[in-house]
């Protein structure tokens, strides 16, 4: 029986449902696993016993990942899990930034006591006229799992769709629309566009890069969307942008202490992703990719971890490595298996930056001297062995 510690509402009015060999446990030291959504785990106490750790959405700001990495923890997100969710919320603050919608209703609030409220609504309706998005120019920054659905949308909205991304990934390359005009610079990018909408994590290279001079570059009373991060944008910039007009509107979804004074914008709760749907897919992302994990060793869509697959665990045993990525830490691995008569089926190892991954199938099983060993190896921050 493999033990799960679920922090937060996962599925909010839901059931969480992880299947035979699972059981819920109150207490996280009691755990194999923590499945959870928006808590921050900084200066969390994480006990020894757990290994995985699987965050039900694609932001990990709030989990110490390379913290967890030293210690053999895997960190999962489930990316593009909530990816249909945002992008339906992109094109509503598109539409509600250029059309005057929540204005106008505002005025019918105001004035719910006017008895010729029809006739009046009529005199001020001009007030109101917005513009349609057929035909204007939008750029999106990031052709990732909700940049690239953003831009297909668009598409179909016939907007002239231009996507910035030099990391794009050939998965979502085959998705874009042929219609979306990639281009090779920021620079290129914001140059005469009359909507940017941005869909990039918050990196060291992406922190404020839409500052004074992306601003300046778009069209005059152009609309600025941020449903990424909020790290990504130079608030005064934005801010100053709004003031001087050359913004018309900006759209977020970061109630931060300065967007939620600046003029001419819509905030919203952290609400891109909060849909009933996209809460479910996240979940049955993340729950999959623990149970991988659990039952195979097998990673995928780690944050702190390399993805590496065998497959389903079938041979007598099976033990998976997590260590630093230095020199010869397979040669050492494989030493030690020697001094064992270990006969390896297979081995296969990945890396990514810091860390890497070693993972065997064994005919036989390993004693536990060889396991010690292995432990022992310096560099090597947790071993696990899957029968």
Not at 221 to 232: P, Q, V
Not at 275 to 288: K, Q, V
Not at 362 to 380: R, S, V
């Amino acid at each position: 029986m493999r033990h799960i510690k679920t922090i937060d509402d996962i599925v909010k009015d839901g059931e969480v449902d992880f299947g035979d060999g699972y059981a819920f446990v109150e207490n996280a030291s009691d755990a194999d696993a923590i499945l959870m959504r928006s808590t921050d785990l900084h200066g969390y106490c994480l006990p020894k016993s757990i290994r995985a750790i699987a965050r039900c959405g694609a932001g990990v700001n709030n989990i110490p990942i390379e913290e967890y990495a030293k210690q053999g923890v895997v960190v999962f997100n489930s990316p593009g899990a909530n990816a249909n969710a945002v992008k339906e919320m992109v094109v509503c603050m598109m539409i509600l930034s250029s059309r005057g919608i929540v204005q106008s209703m505002e005025w019918v609030r105001a004035n719910a006591d006017d008895p010729d409220i029809m006739a009046d609504a009529e005199k001020v309706k001009k007030a109101f006229v917005g513009q349609e998005l057929r035909g204007k120019r939008v750029g999106v920054i990031g052709l990732g799992n909700v940049g690239s659905k953003v831009a297909n949308a668009c598409v179909q909205l016939g907007m002239d769709v231009y996507g910035y991304d030099p990391f794009i990934s050939v998965e979502h390359a085959w998705e874009l629309s042929r219609d979306v005009h990639r281009v090779g610079t920021l620079e290129d990018l914001c140059r005469g566009c009359d909507y940017l909408t941005l869909h990039v994590p918050s990196k060291a290279d992406t922190i404020g890069m839409i500052s004074v001079e992306q601003l300046a570059s778009l069209r005059k009373g152009a609309i600025l969307i941020n449903f990424a991060r909020e790290t990504i944008i130079d608030e005064d910039a934005v801010s100053d942008a709004l003031h001087a007009g050359q913004l018309s509107w900006f759209a977020t979804d970061f109630a931060t202490p300065k967007t939620v004074l600046m003029p001419n914008t819509f905030v919203t709760t952290h609400s891109g992703a909060g849909t009933s749907e996209a809460e479910a897919n996240c979940a049955d992302m993340a729950i999959s990719e623990l149970k991988d994990y659990l039952e195979n060793g097998n990673i995928a869509h780690s944050v702190n971890y390399p993805s590496c697959s065998m497959g389903k665990a079938r041979a007598a045993s099976r033990v998976a490595c997590l260590h630093a990525n230095k020199p010869n830490m397979i040669g050492q691995i494989t030493a030690i298996l020697a001094k064992d008569n270990a006969n390896v089926q297979r081995m296969v190892n990945e890396s990514a930056g810091a860390n890497a991954y070693t993972m065997f199938d064994t005919d036989e099983h390993l004693d536990q001297e060889t396991i010690e060993a292995l432990k022992d190896i310096p560099a090597i921050y947790r071993v696990r062995v899957i029968k």
